[in-house]
């Protein structure tokens, strides 16, 4: 193992020189005050995956991993050394150290990302030297769909730990849709009787003729939500949160049909949809349905701690609520002057509300319609407009374009790849990928919080299909998110392939079910299962 292997590769490293540092059942561990978290990782990961009990031990004493806090060092940076002697970790600060424990872990090799050993009394041995490492952004997010199709709670641990592999540090959780509603609210408990089941789905794209004729649901309880975001904690993750509104929400309305617009259709008959796009029955936007929603937020951030909430505001058509006499009734009484302002003043409502509470709203790029609402943040999909147009106006952003980030979309042109939707994003392509647009002015650019990738999961219907849809495209993310890359032709791509060699390795021992390079291996294809392309239809670029 050297230093040349690691992804996201650090920003300097000196070394390796000398015989390495041997862990065995002899190492001791001493963490420092503040460094807890990642004294149980290394004990419980490492430890388990090396068989090494790492006991607890003297600061100094040779033979030992030593962490510390160290103040002089910035937040998440880390500086991770390595003597004849042992292995000290110093971070700027709590998650500091533990992105560099991370790195001791790529240093062992794809043994130690194993749960126990495959060869017992084997010795580990860490090359010797120095990495000085900090990231370029203090958001580097994956957002993970599970209404479209849900993870059951073990998958979502699985993957807050691969985040944490990659120094990813924020899970956007994307927990209601038209398709499901996937969070237990105590008080409106149909939100998940009702609105976390369908009764089909479609499959393939949404102009494939095919079903999968079986009820497909799940939802995470109240204690699931609590274990999830304490084990995120443990690995340095903020969960945040994303419940829709207005739009996306025809699952809310199949459970409680008085927040759709009972004036236009009958919402009683709605059930949760069972295909996929941008639906027509949104919330209508009353009193009821603000009072409604403040009662799940309060929930919500009971829940999760994190700053930021997600409210979703994306693709709301605005056809019912032209049709409605009493949307109508509500602009006029607002004294806004059309729809999207409405959508505006809904959004608005809920940035006073999350404010009023300490927390801060970010939506999608559709908030910006209409006027957006002052301190709240923008995630930034439909391409960098939004993004850029929300960061001139002094707003925060994350920079999640669909054309480049989207881990739905396919990641190659050729016949044989599952489900093929969207536009073709392979590996390099998201390692060429700029989160900070050209167009901005540096005081702008401070603005770009960082960035994420999307993973919508309207034609992964599996915890693998998901795999290959995310892998090996999050390693590209993770090194895009945490390096200071050249611009993005001089970007060098073959030695990013060339430490992919031994990050496939790890990856395998993780069992993570990622796309080969050389294409889908024969049970990672769909044939048959129309996306987009499909034959008969235009290209969507
Ligand atoms: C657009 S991104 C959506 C999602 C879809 C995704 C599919 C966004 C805010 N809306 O609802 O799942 O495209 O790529």
Redesign the pocket.
Known sequence: MTFEQLIPAPARAEGPGGDGFVLDASTTLWAGPGTQTTEHWLRGTLGAALRLPLAPGAEGAPGSVALRLDSELEAEAYRLTVTGDGVEIRGGTAAGVFWGAQTLRQLLGAAAFRRAPIAPGREYTVPQGVIEDAPRFGWRGMML?VS?HFTPKEGVLRYLDLLAAHKLNVFHFHLT?DQGWRLEIKRYPKLTEVGAWRSRTKWGHRQSELWDEKPHGGFYTQDDIREIVAYADSLHITVVPEIDIPG?SQAAIAAYPELGNTDVIDTAALGVWDTWGVTPNVLAPNDHTLRFYEGVFEEVLELFPSTFIHVGG??CPKEQWKDSAAAQARIEELGVSNEDELQSWFIRHFDKWLSARGRRLIG?DEILEGGLAEGAAVSS?RGYSGGIAAAQAGHDVVMCP?QHV?L??RQHGGPDEPVP??WVRTLEDVYRFEPVPAQLSAEEAEHVLGTQA?V?T?VMESHGRVDYQVFPRLAAFAEVAWRTLPAPAERDFADFERRMTAHYARLDALGVDYRPPGGPLPWQQRPGVGGRPIEGLPPMV
């Open positions: 769909d479209r849709d996306h994306d693709e999608w999909w669909e989207y739905d979309h939707i969207g999307n919508w309207e």
